[in-house]
């Protein structure tokens, strides 16, 4: 026994010190294996394919704690290539999650390892960075905990009861086919949304003169956002609730801390509360001065860290996420009782932004600044469209008043703007490094969907070389009409906001239209990061950047970096298809079109039943130039056959004979946009003959009632009525000058 008792003693502490290092080794070493498979949802009564990662949409909430190590198991059970990007975090490089950038992409049925020290807190995110995969289901949140001895630890802040929130919409389109019917000027997402501003709704609502301006400068129609969602989500549900924590009902007085995360493709979110003032205490990962507001928008990819009070007993307050175009709405409910629902945000006022839009356009398609300094969503342009702000009908500012855009001058309600924000530490760069400044100018149009920086995408531009220990300052402008989400990754940035030393850090700056923003940061980790915008299709469409270390080693997980470069390329090299063939009972006419962002190449038809009729083929090859994009230079092929009379020939209005008996002829010609959108064409023929005409195939007459015409120099015309049943079916009517009168079921896609 004696024996035993001395060989137990001896042998405790060698089991005490294992068992504590077991236990520090698994505080230090935390690991997730994420199973990502095909699934099929149901959001809106219709069976979909999504991407689950574990069998949940979204993705299951990572947590860390600072110092820990993230081990992360990523099993791709798809048939397709996948690729997890840990949105906002501090990591090396090859652990970015890039596809063709920092990493080759997960093939199907193998596994990819994640490992990276876990050296920052906050809220953050991750989704997939593979094609367009984030719309489907791959985004989650990634939380990352103080230490309890932290320095900067908050009471009443960071101990306090959390929900992690991630947002999102669901579409029953197949993302793939958004892009495509984006970059070929679609108005059925306008339609499903109501806002299609056509000329009897411009009449009706007395803006006949701004629709027809709006045209003259060839623009489209207004909107805020680029796509019609079916359902927005919080958490994967449009309405949840929380009652308790910790088995403790919520009560009168209790504070509730929300880490918010915008997992949204291309969705803005408003975000209020039935119960009061929404206190912000963090934005994209970093601590700020808690500041009080009655309402935020959180853009596409940021983050915000939010307190809410539970203000009464037996009622549940709600905490409702709007869409930016205020279509979609998810709502979250805190507390036990009667449901206090916040109001509603109310129907923009479209026409009103039109004009605003009209005011800032030249009519050689740049932003007119009218003299204003605009930074950091002070001024926000789409102001004049919020009822809640500017009244039902007119605004209630004058042109004249330099607050005009200023929502928190215009009204009692406070709005959050990047000047509140302030870091309650100090964040300046290191003093004694280099400065670099580098210049950007957000560029794009909605036309052809478009989007780029300095108006080149990322295939066209080569990467940005930096140097490690510089300071990076980048000033940036937006000359487009949309508002851009720029993401830096694999750094923080201090966006300079007129706080000085503690100017807030982030890594998301939202830029409004005519918006000039400054952000710089210290090179301190070696790679190739990415800069881009984080409105997905915009991102895809090539609008970014890639920053590359001078003189950094090779990335061990880029074996072939030129065909990674190749892979990477074609995302924004990607043609998009469209085609249209209308069934009518004079005849079958129809075209189709290849394109991506500078080329084009399509065919038109037209089929006539009879040898009277005819029959036409005119197929361009062409290059689109400009900022702007209204100029096609082209090359042509025609093919003609029409039976006229015996010897009967035809003039064009300069007197050329222009045979149609059975003409092929090569053609060098040039499309140019006019205002009112009406598309310019001049053409030269081999034979010499020379083509004048004017087309216009859109013109929106009501809602979803369409108008055009066609006029050229071969005394040739047709004119049409079309009315939009869905998105890839109508029943048009039309007249043309060698088919005749006819009416047809029309075919898109």
Known sequence: MDI???????LLPIALLLSTTQILYAQKTVRYDLSVKDTIVNFTGKEKRAIAVNGQIPMPTLTFTEGDTAEIYVHNLLQEETSLHWHGLFLPNKEDGVPNLTQMPIKPNTTHIYKFPIIQNGTHWYHSHSGLQEQIGMYGNFVMLKKPDDKTFRKGIDDLPTVPIVLSEWTDYKPENIHRMLHNATDWFAIKKNATQSYAEAIKAGHFKTKLKNEWKRMLAMDVSDVYYDKVLMNGNPISEIKNFDGKQLKAGDKVRLRISNGGASSYFWLTYAGGKITVVANDGNDVEPVEV????????????????????????EFLA?????????????????????????????????????????????????????????????????????????????VNDPNRYNANALADIVTLNYAMLKSPTKTELPKDAPVRELRFELTGNMNRYVWSLDNKVVSETDKILIKKGENIRIVIYNGSMMRHPMHLHGHDFRLLNGQGENAPLKNIVDI??????????????????????????????GMGRVFTYENQAPNPLIPNPKLAQRKLFADDRKPHFMAENDFATNGN?????????????????????????????????GRYIGKMQWLMPFIGFDWRYRKLGHNEVEKNLFGQTNTKDNRTQIS?????????????????????????????????????????????????????FRYIVNKNMGVRTHYDSDMGFGIGLTLNY
């Open 322 to 398: 709007t869409t930016e175009d205020r279509t979609k709405s998810a709502s979250y409910y805190f507390g036990n009782g009667i449901k206090q629902l916040k109001s509603p945000q109310p129907r923009l006022k479209y026409f009103e932004g039109m004009k605003m839009m009209n005011d800032m356009m030249k009519m050689n398609g740049e932003l007119d600044d009218m003299g204003m300094s605009m930074s950091l969503n002070q001024m926000d342009m789409n102001v004049v469209m919020y009822p809640e702000i500017t009244g039902e009908s007119k605004p209630k500012q004058s």
């Open 512 to 541: 409004m239209p005519m918006e000039t923003d400054t952000l710089e940061f210290n090179a301190n980790v070696e790679g190739d990061w990415f800069f881009h915008c984080h409105i997905l299709y915009h991102m895809m469409s």
């Open 294 to 317: 009655d309402r935020l928008i959180i853009a596409v990819s940021e983050t915000y860290d939010v307190i809410i009070t539970i203000p009464a007993e037996n009622t549940a307050y």
């Open 668 to 720: 060098l010609g040039v499309n140019y946009t006019l205002p009112m959108l009406i598309i310019a064409q001049a053409e030269v023929y081999q034979d010499g003959n020379i083509r004048f005409q004017l087309m216009r195939e859109d013109i929106p007459i009501t809602k979803r009632l369409r108008a055009g015409f066609m006029v050229n120099t071969d005394k040739e015309f047709m004119v049409d």
């Open 4 to 10: 035993q008792k001395t060989i137990y003693k001896k």
């Open 589 to 621: 006419d129809g075209m189709f079109m290849l394109q991506n962002t500078r080329w084009s190449i399509g065919s038109e038809w037209r089929l006539g039943y009879h040898d009277i009729h005819g029959y036409e083929t005119e197929t361009h090859f």
